[in-house]
């Protein structure tokens, strides 16, 4: 079976991603969120990331037009029935990962392959909230999607060896350098890349430096393109804290422990880009 039509679960900075990514390569896609309101903020940043592309000169403005024709939001997962592959990049949460694919038994049919975008959560904990474990597992991608080389493809333990070589397949085809890993926290980058981004907010909260110190110390001492508080405000707060919480509760590693500064922030709702403020401000 050959992956035609793609449906991705959530509209929100993934899935947009994700979205844009699929369609432009060919894929007809379909997007599903809980409310006309999250659609159509995830769609105007879908469009507004594509206008971006063509100012650029990345791609032409016929690409634009004709990825934009490929794309259909709903807010009735139900309306994924026919896709060949869906792409859950809903919240990062346990509980309502498993309700999602819990319900995705109302929609499934026998080639359907079920991928999730989680950061960290175990896939096997996803798989069993569905009726078919063996056709599930992990599809992580990196933000800004589009743009990020890599795509981590984590099978589980009960995933077949023909799906995860359709998805292997697929990936290449979105122009994507495929990893494979297993189904540990973290998978590889989050399993390195948390402790690091933990690690700089805790000098900000002990005053070693301040938070453009500590980016320009990274990008030019360490040859990174973007610092980690930099690069936190792009994850969202919400999702590293997410996926430290995720880590820890399996690994009981103290490195995983999120500094009492970003639980303020979240309180405060600076989410970073996503909500305009962050370590930084956005416009
Ligand atoms: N932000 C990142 O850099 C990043 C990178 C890789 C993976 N991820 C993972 O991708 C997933 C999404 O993260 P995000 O940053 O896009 O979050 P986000 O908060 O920007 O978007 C989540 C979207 O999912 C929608 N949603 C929630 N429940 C839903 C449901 N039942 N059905 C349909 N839509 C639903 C929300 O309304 C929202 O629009 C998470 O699992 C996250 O860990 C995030």
Not at 118 to 133: G, Q
Not at 211 to 235: F, R
Not at 252 to 258: A, E, G, L
Request: hydrophobic share 45%; glycine share 8%; charged share 20%.
């Amino acid at each position: 079976m050959s992956i035609k039509q793609v449906g991705v679960i959530g509209c929100g900075v993934m899935g947009a991603g994700i979205v844009q990514l699929c369609a432009q390569n060919g894929y007809q896609v379909i997007v599903s969120d809980v409310s006309q309101a999250f659609l159509d903020k995830g769609l105007a940043s879908l469009n507004s990331s594509l206008n971006k592309a063509v100012e650029k000169g990345k791609i032409t403005s016929e690409l634009m037009d004709s990825t934009l024709k490929r794309i259909r939001g709903t807010i009735n997962m139900v309306d994924l029935h026919d896709c060949d592959l869906i792409i859950e990049a809903a919240t990062e949460n346990i509980a309502a990962k498993k309700a999602i694919f819990g319900n995705l038994a109302k929609i499934d049919h026998d080639d359907m392959i079920l991928a999730t975008n989680t950061s960290c959560l175990s896939i096997i904990d996803i798989a069993k909230a569905t009726n078919r474990p063996e056709r599930v597992l992990g599809m992580h991608f990196f933000n800004p999607v589009p743009v990020m080389a890599l795509v981590e493809v984590v099978p589980t333990l009960m995933t077949s060896p023909d799906i995860i070589q359709q998805v292997q397949t697929f990936g290449t085809s979105l122009g994507k350098t495929v990893i494979m890993v297993k189904d540990a926290p973290g998978f590889i980058v989050n399993r390195l890349m948390i402790p690091y981004l933990l690690s700089a907010i805790r000098l900000v909260e002990n005053g070693v430096a301040n938070k453009d110190e500590i980016d320009t110390a990274m990008k030019l001492g360490g040859n990174h393109p973007i610092g980690p508080l930099a690069l936190t405000d792009l994850i969202g707060l919400d999702v590293v804290n997410f996926i430290a919480i995720a880590c820890y509760e399996e690994l009981k590693d103290p490195q995983f422990i999120t500094p009492v500064l970003v639980k303020k922030m979240i309180s405060a709702g600076w989410l970073g880009r996503k909500t305009g403020k962050g370590f930084y401000e956005y416009k």
